[in-house]
């Protein structure tokens, strides 16, 4: 059996998984808020009823809203603070008696996929989240490819690349919460989506509101989902362009718009060197659950 342990800012969830991959027990907590050992005897909890569940001893891996720096071994990169500049892996091997495996919450997302999910099978699986924020992840023959900073697959905080005029204004007029301009979370992420609809109509509705008024023939709708495919296609040809991945799976709310699968890899090929791409873009098989299982999946 192996444990899977995703860890978010409201809520830590675990998922006891076969080596077929087949899930036999999953739970969920609240995340203590800014309280690390708070976190780490929440983790410890999880551990312990999966465990009792199961009826054995499992290997445990667990994704984490940021990484374990290579250089001091501390994590780092965190929206969940209180985990920064904190030897997580050591403290909870020490909790649990034995080795913990962290990575990346996209690079879970990732390795999910590519193990038993929408990219088995393939050699080099990117896999990207498109939620609240946006994030990615490599797999590797369904190993998490981490990079020698601990930040591959980091490319929601590069800027969007092939910027026109709305794009300038939108960038301007929505700043990165990282302090650096234009990155591409802050257009293809889903806060991005309804903020773009926002500033362009100066009417504040969800992302699912927005693509039923699409659904409807509303024009503004239409044309700001338009301009989230585009932009996305964009964002999407830089990574083929920089590593060609044999096909790059989709995850978090925005994933769910089917639409996306049709009319945005038809898009990359403007943008891809040779004005060819081929490459598949899939939605997740998982989901939700995909964090979770592939931080089992570590083992």
């Known amino acids: 059996m192996k444990i899977g342990l995703d860890l978010g800012g409201t809520k830590i969830e675990v998922m006891a998984i076969t080596d077929s991959g087949e899930e036999v027990f999953r739970q969920r907590v609240p995340t203590p ?4 050992q708070g976190t780490l005897q929440a983790i410890k909890g999880l551990v312990d009823e999966a465990e009792k569940a199961v009826g054995e001893t499992c290997t445990v891996g667990l994704g984490i809203p940021g990484t374990l720096s290579p250089v001091t071994g501390l994590v780092k990169n965190a929206n969940s603070v209180w985990l920064n500049g904190q030897p997580l892996d050591v403290d909870l091997g020490r909790l649990l008696g034995r080795e913990v495996r962290i990575a990346n919450d996209a690079n879970c997302f990732a390795v999910s996929e590519a193990v038993d999910g929408a990219g088995s099978g393939k050699h080099l699986v990117f896999g990207v989240i498109i939620g609240t924020g946006c994030g990615g992840g490599f797999a590797i023959d369904g190993r998490v490819h981490v990079g020698g900073n601990g930040v591959a697959g980091e490319w929601g905080h590069n800027p969007l690349p092939w910027q026109n005029d709305a794009d300038a204004h939108h960038s301007a007029s929505i700043p ?6 234009g990155c591409m979370e802050v257009f293809i992420s889903g806060t991005g989506f309804w903020k773009d ?22 024009a503004e709708a239409e044309a700001c989902i338009q301009r989230y495919e585009d932009r996305l296609a964009r964002a999407l040809a830089s990574v083929v362009n920089l590593i060609d991945p044999d096909v790059i799976v989709l995850g978090g709310g925005m994933s769910n718009v089917d639409r996306l699968y049709t009319n945005v890899p038809k898009l990359m090929s403007k943008w891809v060197l040779g004005g060819e791409c081929a490459t598949p873009v899939l939605k997740a098989k998982y989901g939700d659950s995909s964090g979770v299982r592939g931080a089992a999946w570590l083992w």
């Open 33 to 36: 808020q800014h309280d690390y």
């Open 176 to 181: 990165c919460y990282c302090g650096k301009p």
């Open 197 to 218: 609809f926002e500033l362009m109509t100066e009417k504040t509705l969800r992302g699912a509101d927005i693509m039923q008024l699409a659904e409807q023939g509303d």
